[in-house]
Every structure is written in C-alpha cells, then in structure tokens.
Nanobody, 124 residues
Framework: QLRLVESGGGSVQPGGSLKLSCVAS????????IAWFRQGPGEEREVVSC????????TYADFVTGRFTISRDNAKKTVYLEMNSLRPEDTAVYYC?????????????????WGQGIQVTVTS
C-alpha cells in the first residue's frame, strides 16, 4: 500500500513561490506515476502536473505552464512541485496522487493512492 504525505503549503503573496513535497511510504516509488491535483473552493478537482515513474516525461496544465515545475527523487521517495509567480487563482488544496502505471493521465479516479491534501493560499 502506497501512502502519500504532502508538505510545504502555506500562505504567500501574489508573485511569491512555494515548493510542495510529496513523500511516499512504500518500499520504492519507482513503480508509481505521480500527479499533483488541486481543488479550489466550490470547484472540481483538476490536474496540475504529472511525472512518469521514470521521470523522463512530465505534463502540465496550461494554467501553470512556465510557472510550476514537477520533479522527483526516487531515492528519497519524494516528488516535488515548485510553484513560482503564484496568483490568487492558484489558491486551493493541493493533492498528490499515485498510480502503478508508467504514464501520466489526467483522470483523477484512475489514481489509486492519494495524500490528505495541503492548503495553498495566495493573497495580498
């Protein structure tokens, strides 16, 4: 069973930066593709970014392209989401999710493992 724990959230001013971490408690993270999703107040959960289990393929939602960077360190069993140039509309609960497949997909129900979520608030 893969357990995921997010950290690094908080409150930041517009234009600021945060770096989220998703730490896995499993023998190895190598088998899992990991994605970051977010859910704003009154909104549906949406995919933000994804990294394949090998790390050689990444995808980004249009609204974060050029501002966010996903990366992983399998030795540390951690996936990161570096968020720059944050905007008020980035305010949401951010979740990391894992699936034991090679490739990224955007469908949340197809991710088998989820973290508890962490709040990111962008406000002046």
């Amino acid at each position: 069973q893969l357990r995921l724990v997010e950290s690094g959230g908080g409150s930041v001013q517009p234009g600021g930066s945060l770096k989220l971490s998703c730490v896995a408690s499993a023998f190895t993270l190598d088998y899992y593709t990991i994605a970051w999703f977010r859910q704003g107040p009154g909104e549906e959960r949406e995919v933000v970014s994804c990294i394949s289990r090998s790390g050689d393929s990444t995808t980004y939602a249009d609204f974060v392209t050029g501002r966010f960077t996903i990366s992983r360190d399998n030795a540390k069993k951690t996936v990161y989401l570096e968020m720059n140039s944050l905007r008020p509309e980035d305010t949401a609960v951010y979740y990391c999710a894992g699936r034991a497949r090679a490739n990224c997909i955007v469908n949340a129900p197809l991710y088998e493992h989820w973290g508890q979520g962490i709040q990111v608030t962008v406000t002046s």
